[in-house]
């Protein structure tokens, strides 16, 4: 099945850094998520985009709606402990529940 | 007050057994899904239902099998288990079907099939 590229795939960080990672897809999507997984629970929602070219944030997280539909960024700034975990992108098409997860980025902080 | 529950959190069973895992939301939402997560960490959706009708199967074998008694409630059986099956299982669930609402994850099932 289909599967969205994200890089980097892990990332070593020291507190305080601002991080980057992206997301791109084969094909368009008309909704981008990005998730966070802490060990042993599931993916929580960090931001949603609707709409091509779309900046969206939350908090220290600012993420992107890449304009051609097939790609996404996800932006931390100033990171904190508390920020190590998984991140997830995922697609997602009206009228198609499937969500399509990204392969994953695992930040870690190095104290 | 939590949203979406799964039982039991942790499963370790021999293989050929069946065993079932049972999802609850408290969200009001119609729509709830059975995803798997690999030892990849990849994340790969299983079933949906819609106000308890199959809408997705994505081939997955027929020894799983999604049941959903009503709309707050999503099981999953699971038959004749394999070594293979060994994973984390996300119950989700979403206020819709067929928008593009945002999904809402459960605490995961980690399944060990020895």
């Known amino acids: 099945g289909q599967q969205l590229n994200q890089s980097p795939q892990s990332m070593f960080i020291q507190e305080g850094e601002d991080v980057s990672m992206n997301c791109t897809s084969s094909?368009?999507?008309?909704?981008w998520l990005w998730y966070k997984q802490d060990p042993g629970e599931g993916p929580v929602l960090l931001i949603a985009?609707?709409?091509?070219?779309e900046l969206t944030s939350n908090g220290r997280l600012t993420a992107q709606f890449g304009i051609t539909r097939k790609d996404s960024f996800l932006n931390i700034s100033a990171s904190i402990p508390s920020d190590v975990g998984i991140y997830f992108c995922?697609?997602?098409?009206?009228?198609?529940?499937?969500?399509?997860f990204g392969t994953g980025t695992r930040l870690t902080i190095i104290p | 007050d939590t949203a979406v529950s799964q039982t039991p959190k942790y499963l370790v069973t021999q293989m050929g057994n069946d065993k079932s895992i049972k999802c609850e939301q408290n969200?009001?939402?119609?729509?709830m899904y059975w995803y798997k997560q690999d030892s990849k960490k990849f994340l790969k959706i299983m079933f949906s239902?819609?106000?308890?009708?199959?809408?997705i199967n994505e081939t997955v074998p027929n020894r799983f099998s999604p049941k959903s008694p009503d709309k707050a409630h999503l099981n999953l059986h699971i038959n004749s288990l394999e070594l293979g099956d060994s994973a984390v299982y996300f119950c989700?669930?979403?206020?819709?079907?067929?928008?593009?609402?945002?999904?809402?994850f459960g605490p995961g099932t980690r399944l060990t099939v020895l």
């Open positions: 989700a669930s979403s206020p819709s079907f067929g928008g593009t609402d945002t999904q809402y």
């Open positions: 094909s368009i999507f008309n909704t």
């Open positions: 985009l609707y709409k091509a070219g």
């Open positions: 995922a697609g997602l098409n009206f009228g198609n529940e499937k969500l399509t």
């Open positions: 969200l009001g939402h119609d729509t």
């Open positions: 239902y819609n106000n308890k009708e199959l809408i």
